[in-house]
């Protein structure tokens, strides 16, 4: 058998590609779905929080990623093969509709199998996450920043490119196997290891508008299921949102830290939380949360005033395991919506504190937030910082092991604010 195609026969070197890009998908499908399916129950209110299932759901994810990537290689190397030789003519090509549909199929796959792992690739890149890739030339991709955007954009993408792979390689197969039980043709033969001498095809030609038809209905698909996920997104944000904070009780809650103050009112800010996952740092903001602040400058260490702080739960997002810091082992923020902070301020010899207790779930602990400030006026600029034990406020009581996830967690807060006036 020869290496190279030729008009009647594929050659060992496509035949290879051909059953190793098969082997690799029929692995990854599986895999994809075993993951996401632990990945859903994490995300659900019956989850006990179990440190093997969260070892398992990363250890799924990593494989099917690594095995994504290897797809990814195997088929441009296909690609490139094929373009640089000889392809097999149809055996059929006077049947127009059947030829072209077959030919349309062959695009679809070619133009998945790319798609498919390069969108999974990028979601991955764009994620702070859990799940890494098995392999030694790290997770990011160049031009591919950390941002939560991109990596719903691709991670999107990469869902609905999956369904059309899975409905090409089904009418793949479908055709294959017409050919070889119905037709009793060499169409299917021709690819197996060791097939023989296989009859010539009648001559013909190969033009682009198949190619032209696979790129439309790459554009269609997108496109609907774009918008058919978005629709999807309205309604679960909709059927999601807290009564507790409607429209009626702005007074109380604003967004991004802006609130009806006494003494000082917050401009711009951000509450930010880092944990660590799996040995990597995952960072997260809380966009909804208000602080009411009454502070003087003391002419000397001493008390400086009080700081009231109310965060909204749900507004936190977490990289790729924000609806999991949401499930009933972690913030469970279904029954425990708000978290709250009252400090008094304190101006010290060397800098600021507010102490007071931290109110998470159904947990009161007394914390410390060491801050800078800086004082131009009637205008503040505040930084802080500060480390809390995440086992203390009943949050991941279900995952002990620190290698899964660590117990100290980062709280950064950074605001601006201006005198209120009288």
Known sequence: MSARNSFSEYGSVAKTFHWLTALLIFTAFPLGYFANELAHYIQSPDFDGSQDTISRTALLFSLHKTV????????????LWAISGEKPGLLHPDNKLEALAAEVVHWMLYGSLVAVPLTGWIHHAATTGFAPIFWPFGQSLPFVPKSEEVAHLFGDAHEILVWTLAASLALHIAGALKHHVIDQDSTLRRMLPGSGKMPQPPAQ????????????????????????????????????????????????????????????????????????????????????????????????????????????????????????????????????????????????????????????????????????????????????????????????????????????????VNLTATRAAP
Request: glycine letters at 10%.
């Open 205 to 412: 030609t190969h033009s682009l508008r198949p190619a032209s038809v696979a790129l439309a209905v790459f554009v269609a698909v997108l496109t609907v299921g774009t918008f058919l996920g978005e629709a999807e997104e309205h309604e679960r944000a909709a059927a999601d949102a807290p009564d507790t904070f409607e429209s009626d009780n702005s007074a109380l809650v604003d967004t991004a830290g802006s609130a009806a103050l006494a003494g000082w009112q917050v401009q711009t800010g951000t509450l930010a939380i880092t944990i660590t996952q799996m040995g990597s740092a995952v960072e997260g903001q809380f966009s909804d949360w208000t602080a009411t602040i009454d502070f003087e400058e003391p002419s000397s260490p001493g008390p400086a005033g009080k700081v009231d702080v109310t965060i909204v739960i749900p507004s936190l997002s977490l990289g790729s395991v924000t609806d999991q810091a949401m499930g009933a082992d972690y913030f469970d923020s279904g029954t425990y919506p708000t978290a709250r902070f009252e400090g008094e301020i304190v101006k010290t010899e060397t800098g600021y504190e507010a102490n007071g207790p931290l109110t998470i779930r159904d947990q009161s602990v007394p914390i410390t937030l060491p801050f800078e400030l800086t004082l131009e006026g009637d205008q503040a600029t505040m930084n802080g910082s500060t480390t809390v034990n995440r086992l203390d406020f009943n949050i991941g009581q279900g995952t002990q092991d620190e290698g899964t996830l660590a117990f100290a967690v980062g709280i950064d």
């Open 68 to 79: 994504g990537v290897a797809v990814f290689f195997v088929a441009l190397l296909r690609i």
